[in-house]
T-cell receptor, first 112, second 115 residues
Framework: GENVEQHPSTLSVQEGDSAVIKCTYSDSASNYFPWYKQELGKRPQLIIDIRSNVGEKKDQRIAVTLNKTAKHFSLHITETQPEDSAVYFCAASMGNTDKLIFGTGTRLQVFP | EAGVAQSPRYKIIEKRQSVAFWCNPISGHATLYWYQQILGQGPKLLIQFQNNGVVDDSQLPKDRFSAERLKGVDSTLKIQPAKLEDSAVYLC?????????????FGQGTRLTVV
């Protein structure tokens, strides 16, 4: 079945540094890749997404890249700030079902 | 717009008891998901509805879990009987249109503790 692997499970960076989180997916039919941020005790919230017809997308300090051949996609956060500290989840979805499968999460800590 | 509403926020039950969770999706959203999120893990899809029909329930433990979405709006998820390993946050999410990969909006979740 569909599977999404996410690495690393934890990531600590100094404020101002960049952070990169990587995911791989198993189903080549996946065509939508959202990233969610979940703060402690709160609901997951979408921060950026990318569709399979695009290789890269950027929104201010956040960017996502997609390599369909390798079935990899990554989240890049530049100029990290303490408020970026949270758990980040990648996900993959197939267009014909909208079935949204999540990765295991990355706990990002940004130290001042 | 109003978000996805879930109730209750917290529930503590003894093993072998039954429990039900309720979800009211964003108005007009056709797709509704129930996820189980065990502490420290990613959300695991339990069941997905398109209006009032089931699209996917392959990960739903059907011997104890059941879900329905009457009239294609509100949904309930039931566990009967509960086991200790069911302790988790149960998240409901909805998205606007099926088969177009639109954003899924999550509710606050119901934190279930089975003792």
């Amino acid at each position: 079945g569909e599977n999404v692997e996410q690495h690393p499970s934890t990531l600590s960076v100094q404020e101002g540094d960049s952070a990169v989180i990587k995911c791989t997916y198993s189903d080549s039919a996946s065509n939508y890749f959202p990233w969610y941020k979940q703060e402690l005790g709160k609901r997951p919230q979408l921060i950026i997404d990318i569709r399979s017809n695009v290789g890269e997308k950027k929104d201010q300090r956040i960017a996502v890249t997609l390599n369909k051949t390798a079935k990899h996609f990554s989240l890049h956060i530049t100029e990290t700030q303490p408020e970026d500290s949270a758990v980040y989840f990648c996900a993959a979805s197939m267009g014909n079902t909208d079935k949204l499968i999540f990765g295991t999460g990355t706990r990002l800590q940004v130290f001042p | 717009e109003a978000g996805v509403a879930q109730s209750p926020r917290y529930k503590i039950i003894e093993k072998r008891q039954s429990v039900a969770f309720w979800c009211n999706p964003i108005s007009g959203h056709a797709t509704l998901y129930w996820y189980q999120q065990i502490l420290g893990q990613g959300p695991k899809l339990l069941i997905q509805f398109q209006n009032n029909g089931v699209v996917d329930d392959s990960q739903l433990p059907k011997d104890r879990f059941s879900a329905e979405r009457l009239k294609g709006v509100d949904s309930t998820l039931k566990i009967q009987p509960a086991k200790l390993e069911d302790s988790a946050v149960y998240l409901c999410a909805s998205s606007l249109v099926w088969q177009t990969n639109t954003e899924a909006f999550f509710g606050q979740g119901t934190r279930l503790t089975v003792v």
